[in-house]
């Protein structure tokens, strides 16, 4: 009955985002207690206390950049439109283009992206996160930034990150920048 709902679940996830959920149907029908170990990631995933929801997003997008090649970035970019993710922003995060990023963006944007380059200016961006919205909020950046890498690199390791695509932003393509020149 369990795996039933789940399949259920990840076939709708599919149809309204217009994403190959695959990888987690063979995990589902290969190994179920995996399947199950691994689905509450996807509502951790979604963990907010401190930081504004486009904040929150831009991590997400910087760690989906830094582990696909387009359909999870997608995604995700899709995910910060329907929760109300200014288009605008989106489109910065993938230029990297900081100048065009809200103050807000930009510091989401510079913490993840240090951490994910595992820069020497991460401490520097993780004092100010902290300063803006506190402990809670280099937590749920973090989070945001760390589990946003893992749905692609499971992807990958299972076999199935085998599309690369464009990322569109409301129909839009846009050109991302995977790191800085």
């Given at each position: 009955?369990?795996?039933?709902?789940?399949?259920?679940?990840?076939?709708?996830?599919?149809?309204?985002?217009?994403?190959?959920?695959?990888?987690?149907?063979?995990?589902?029908?290969?190994s179920p207690s995996a399947f199950f170990k691994f689905a509450p990631l996807m509502k951790a995933a979604a963990?907010?206390?401190?930081?504004?929801?486009?904040?929150?997003f831009t991590a997400k997008i910087v760690g989906a950049l830094a582990e696909d090649c387009g359909p999870?970035?997608?995604?995700?970019?899709?995910m910060a439109l329907?929760?109300?993710?200014?288009?605008?922003?989106?489109e910065a995060v993938l230029r990297r283009d900081p100048r065009a990023m809200s103050d807000t963006t930009r510091l989401a944007f510079r913490?993840?992206?240090?951490?994910?380059?595992?820069?020497?200016?991460?401490e520097e961006f993780r004092d100010a996160?902290?300063?803006?919205?506190?402990?809670?909020?280099?937590?749920d950046l973090t989070l945001a930034l760390q589990l946003g890498r893992i749905f692609p690199m499971v992807?990958?390791?299972?076999?199935?990150?085998?599309?690369?695509r464009r990322v569109?932003?409301?129909?839009?393509n846009v050109d991302v920048v995977k790191q800085a020149a």
């Open positions: 009955m369990r795996s039933w709902i789940a399949r259920r679940t990840l076939r709708a996830f599919a149809r309204r985002y217009g994403y190959d959920v695959s990888y987690l149907e063979v995990m589902l029908n290969c963990h907010r206390e401190a930081v504004p929801i486009n904040a929150s999870c970035t997608q995604l995700v970019v899709d329907e929760a109300g993710t200014a288009k605008d922003q989106i913490f993840a992206d240090a951490v994910a380059r595992r820069s020497i200016d991460d996160v902290r300063a803006q919205w506190g402990e809670k909020g280099v937590i992807k990958a390791g299972l076999g199935y990150a085998k599309e690369c569109t932003v409301d129909g839009h």
